[in-house]
């Protein structure tokens, strides 16, 4: 193979977005420093790079990795002078021949570098409660989970969320700090402490998927490989934590709001709203996946939590044939348990909109108009969006024009933007 080959690096890609979790589990559990397993995860990586193009894909990939990381490990210590325990443990379970030299394979990996699947879950579970742990700000919880679990560079987590790539690797590096200053143990929680712990592993997966499926600026809509890894990470939480019933639900809300994909873009990349889409180009295998899956979140818990009442919702829509066809009174009971359970103006202004299917436009002006005011929606086109809907179907045109108007003036992306502006043009000018 030769050094310009580009099957040995697409074959380290691979290789690194479905290990890459495991991989810096078991070398946080082995040195006791999630920092320092992240770095050498990553030199073992960039290790691989320059030797699979050249010399071939080794027949343990995993295990080529890890061994290299562990190794790095032993030559950090070494440079430290620290030939203390830590240095024993690690040197004992490492083939003869010491640090790795040049481009040398690191030929077959010792038994204990083979996968165990039980401890190496326990060390991925452990990895995702540490990236997403309460003492880190969601931004930095979010790029250290796509850096560490789904095995994204920092190039790949800047062009996703639209921001340098200094400042991700700044927000990166300051996480880890954390961390480290507040002595966060890498370890899956105690029992008590797991339900909020889970909380913010969940909420991280979900906002990842959010900016995915609406993203929030630049000229696409649909992000999917960022929507796409949240699935993923998803169903990595089922297999760990199978009796969590929200994390079945969150599952179930992922795969039914991603079911839509396929018809939400036109010909054109234009956004198509839920009435306007074609239904039969819903994927039905996907649907299928968040029903099975709500199903189990509804067998293994107490009623719907947080994410099982929005995966109702999303089910709703899925099993209906048509806009008219929808169940909008469930939806509307759905959003008012939601209501009750998370209070935000944001469920709000959605159960506003379910209202006005379920009841009429004048049924949720009121509710909308006591939204004004929120701080949440300051600044947003959102609700302008939903009010100059409203008005329009009530045929107070005027109104809605400036509503939409506001609407357009305050949307930053441009599907979207292009969406209202085509409402704006579609209203007839009244007789003066």
Sequence with gaps: MSSS??????????????????????????????????????????????????????????????????????????????????YAALAHHLPEGGALTGATDPGPAPDDVLWDPDRIDDDTLALMFTSCHPVLSAEAGVALTLRVIGGLTSDEIARAFLVPTAT???????????????????EVPPAAQRPARLAQVLSVVYLIFTEGSSATSGDEVLRLDLAGEAQRLARVLTRLMPG???????????????????????????????QDQDRRRWDRSAIARGRAALAKAARAGRGYGYYGLQAAIAECHAVARSVEDTDWDRVVALYDGLARLAPSPVVDLNRAVAVSMARGPAAALPIVDALADTAAFKGSHQLPGVRGELLRRLGRAEEARAELERAVALCGNERERAVLARKLAQLETPAH
Excluded at 33 to 50: G, K, N, P, R, S
Excluded at 168 to 186: D, E, H, M, N, W
């Design 5 to 86: 080959d580009p099957t040995g690096r697409k074959a380290v890609a691979a290789v690194w977005r479905i290990e890459s979790a495991r991989i810096t589990g078991a070398l946080t559990r082995y040195t006791g420093d999630f920092a320092l397993a992240e770095d050498l995860a990553q030199e073992a990586l960039a290790e691989a790079l320059v030797t699979w193009p050249r010399e071939g894909v080794p027949a343990n990939p995993a295990g080529w990795l890890l061994t290299v990381g562990r190794r790095r490990a032993i030559d950090a210590f070494r440079r430290r002078g620290t030939r203390d325990a830590k």
């Design 168 to 186: 991700v690797q700044a927000r990166i590096t300051r996480a880890k700090k954390t961390l480290g200053a507040a002595g966060v143990p890498f």
């Design 244 to 274: 969590e019933p929200e994390v079945w639900s969150l599952l179930a809300l992922l795969e039914l709001t991603a079911a839509r994909f396929p018809a939400r873009r036109g010909p054109g990349g234009e956004t198509v709203l839920l």
